[in-house]
């Protein structure tokens, strides 16, 4: 099993900034790929952004590209999530995930979750 525990999410205004952060314990933390997905009101879970474990190899939903960047420190066992030129669209409960995906924006193809943290972009 693999633990992961979201922070970092808050209230900040339009244009603003934050960095979610993900940590991760339980089983070896090397060899998961993960990713951060979001969930607004009334809407399914969604892609944001991913990083491949063997290669680094990133990839971002069109809707973040250039204003957020995924990273992880291996020494610290944490995944982050710079979010910048935030806007109210944003707007969401944002989860980290970790996993062997097939698809790396595939939802269902993650095996552990985090609980979320809240991300509230006020205009």
């Known amino acids: 099993q693999v633990q992961l525990v979201e922070s970092g999410g808050g209230l900040v205004q339009a244009g603003g900034s934050l960095r979610l952060s993900c940590a991760a314990s339980?089983?070896?933390?090397?060899?998961?790929?993960m990713g951060w997905f979001r969930q607004a009101p009334g809407k399914e879970r969604e892609f944001v952004a991913a990083?491949?474990?063997?290669?680094?190899?990133?990839i971002y939903a069109n809707s973040v590209k250039g204003r957020f960047t995924i990273s992880r420190d291996n020494s610290k066992n944490t995944l982050y999530l710079q979010m910048n030129s935030l806007k109210p669209e944003d707007t969401a409960v944002y989860s980290c995930?970790?996993?062997?995906?097939?698809?790396?924006?595939?939802?269902?193809?993650?095996?552990?979750w985090g609980q979320g943290t809240q991300v509230t972009v006020s205009s």
């Open positions: 995930a970790a996993g062997w995906p097939r698809m790396m924006t595939a939802t269902m193809d993650y095996d552990y």
């Open positions: 339980g089983r070896a933390y090397s060899g998961y790929d």
């Open positions: 990083m491949r474990w063997s290669d680094g190899h990133t």
